[in-house]
């Protein structure tokens, strides 16, 4: 009886998990949002019977001076919120919602990216562009999460690695880049945010880059690793941590380049580095690249945070002229810098580029529209790539 009663217990304790698991599945409107249609506009969706007011806000759309640009969305007589953009070039964008003022994701997109302290959902357009941060039936390369030790930190650290397909059964040595994120970023941003292996993946496969390595530290030197992945725990992102473009993380830089000589089969010369950032990634590739200025053969500045701070004393910012002068005159392949229009360190690049310019230091330049935005440095990757260990 005891036997019969258990059973019976356990029966209904299954019957109800699976209930609540298919509920989870079920239990709600099948609403399709976002829509890519033929012509490649985007169709959004919300359902918000209550709400009074609905608006979509995206990437795509012109700011309103400091704030993302929005739409209103129209309600149908059922609670069912929706807009519908012109036709959008092919490329990846972010989106959400403002229902009543409040900020949503959409709860049937679970195609979501941590931005530091913001997730937000994304979408891709193809037929251009976009199809490079898609994955597609090409060889895949791999990613890895390691923790390696850094002497000069007193510390464990984690770092993103891409090797490419067939690295892992072949004998030859690859090429490296080394690349860094912006401040608030981490060594999750330019895998998740960047799109980096499908990129390297798809141009790898046309052809069009060479099979290289992707290194992907983290740029915080106060940090073993991205939050959530540390011992911190679940720890909030912040934007800017202390250590900050002090010259510490270059001073360090080597502690990383070591760990990828002693436990990769790579070239371990200059023509077979390269070094590239975005914004405060950028402002460190600058610096690594001339503090040691016979390591890369190739840089690249992407929207570069070129900001001289008085109150910063180390030695990795001292005679800076001197040092890219010694850099020039070691020899490079490629010096390449891209920066949009609207972005508000454009300034700072034209005064960095008038101070190359006297050195008749050579450079490539490349200006794109829009700001400081992903979608310029998914961009300048997608452009850079192909120029590295040619």
Known sequence: MKKHLLLSLLSLIMLSALSFSQQALFGGANIIS????????????????????????????????????????????????????????????????????IRNTDPNNVYMIRDVATVTNVLIVGGGKGDLYQVNDVPHG??????????????????TIYTPAGYESSKQKYP????????GGDEEAWINLGRTSQILDNLIAQGKAKPMIVVMPNGNVVQEAAPGESSLGLKKPTMQL??????????????????????????????GRAIAGLSMGGYHS?????????????????????????KVKSKVYEN???????????????????????????????????????????????????????????????????????
């Open 34 to 101: 976002p829509e890519v249609n033929p012509d490649n506009s985007v169709t959004f969706r919300f359902q918000a019977p209550d709400a009074k007011e609905v608006k979509l806000t995206g990437d795509w759309m012109p700011a309103q001076g400091r704030t993302p640009g929005s739409e209103l969305m129209t309600n149908d007589d059922k609670g069912l919120w929706s807009f519908t953009t012109a036709p959008l070039a092919s490329d990846l964008y972010s989106y959400s919602f403002t229902v009543d003022g």
């Open 320 to 390: 800076m002229d001197e040092t890219l002068l010694k850099q020039k005159n070691n020899g490079f392949k490629l010096y390449w810098i891209g920066i949009g229009k609207t972005d508000f360190l454009y300034k700072n690049n034209v005064e960095y580029r008038s101070k190359l310019d006297e050195m008749k230091f050579p450079y490539v330049y490349r200006e794109t529209e829009g700001g400081h935005t992903w979608t310029n440095w998914r961009t300048y990757l997608s452009e850079l790539a192909p120029q590295l260990f040619r």
């Open 286 to 310: 600058l610096h690594i690249s001339r503090f040691y200025p016979n390591m890369f053969d190739y840089v690249g500045l992407f929207s570069a945070a070129i900001i001289a701070d008085e």
């Open 242 to 271: 202390p250590n900050t473009m002090d010259g510490k993380y270059e001073e360090t830089f080597m502690d990383i380049i070591n760990f990828v000589e002693s436990n990769y089969n790579v070239i371990k010369e200059k023509p």
């Open 176 to 183: 490296v880049l080394y690349l860094l994120h912006g401040m």
């Open 142 to 159: 791999t990613v890895a999460r390691r923790w390696y030790d850094s002497p000069s930190l007193g510390m464990k650290r984690r770092i």
